[in-house]
């Protein structure tokens, strides 16, 4: 992202992934898989799809490192991938089912209570997203699930950072509109 | 400052250490191939073996262009019995009598300058 020590790191570990190295882009991919996941959830549609779209783009990312010419901006180049992953990804679904992408998965069978109450959550969350268009499922998922910042939304998804500011307060307002202002908090937080 | 984020967190898939642990190794395994190749391939016998066909077809090159320099070279060798005079295009009967000093006679002088070298 856009903080110059971890465009530092990136660099350095993409220099290391490049050369073999398991443990940076083992990294890699802790860093910025929250960022992936936003990505390919917003495109897919539900958990599942995403985690699969995510490890297909990592390892896409791995096969074409050397292609990455600007390894300080190695997250905007992985969210490219992944994007077009996803995109093939509910093309894939849709020749081959037909199947509404809008759709949630049915949640996975819970272990508990607690990881019961998290799944239904999820699927409330999951559901209420998939009612944004694109571009504002990225951009919300981006700034409120993993903390970018507008200037990166904006270089990543190939938009204005007045667009992506737009972006995010159309989806916000309609999401507290579907899931109602119980479930929506608002954190407190320095910026 | 007052930030009106929305809590995501049920989605985020790094909640879970376990279920995140499982699928940062799931896209290890997948990448251990690549990975392998990509430090054999550092290594210097890996550089040697990665520049190993071009090297080949550089050094096919080499002995097809020394091997057509070396015919024609060959060719020119069989004009080594000849001298300086023939290889400018003076008839060889005419360098032989330059070479031996003998003075040809008229006919014989017409001939020669009838004679290609």
Known sequence: ?191 | MRDDRIDLRALDPTLDPERFQRLVAGIGRGAAAELAARRARATVIGQITAWRRPMLAAAATLLIVSGAVLWSTREDDSREGMGVVEAVGVPTSLASWVRSGDMPGPGQLLLALQETP
């Not at chain 1, 089912?97 to 999820?122: F, I, Q, V, Y």
């Open chain 1, 1 to 191: 992202m856009g903080d110059p020590k971890i465009a530092g790191e990136d660099a350095a570990l993409v220099e290391r992934a490049r050369r073999g190295s398991a443990c940076a882009f083992e990294a890699l991919v802790r860093h910025h898989y929250r960022a992936a996941y936003a990505v390919a959830l917003a495109v897919t549609g539900n958990a599942m799809d995403a985690e699969d779209v995510c490890q297909d783009a990592f390892l896409r990312a791995l096969d074409r490192l050397d292609d990455c010419r600007q390894p300080d901006r190695f997250a905007a180049w992985l969210l490219r991938i992944v994007r077009n992953g996803g995109h093939n990804f509910r093309e894939y679904r849709r020749l081959r089912a037909g199947d509404p992408l809008e759709m949630s998965d049915p949640p996975a069978p819970a272990d508990s209570a607690r990881d019961a109450a998290r799944a239904e959550l999820r699927g409330r969350l999951e559901a209420a997203v998939a009612e944004l268009p694109l571009v504002q499922r990225e951009v919300v998922l981006l700034h409120d699930l993993d903390g970018w910042k507008h200037q990166d939304i904006a270089e990543a998804l190939g938009i204005s950072e007045g667009r992506s500011r737009q972006h995010l307060f159309h989806a916000r307002r309609k999401l507290r509109a579907l899931l109602g202002e119980g479930m929506v908090k608002e954190y407190l937080h320095e910026g």
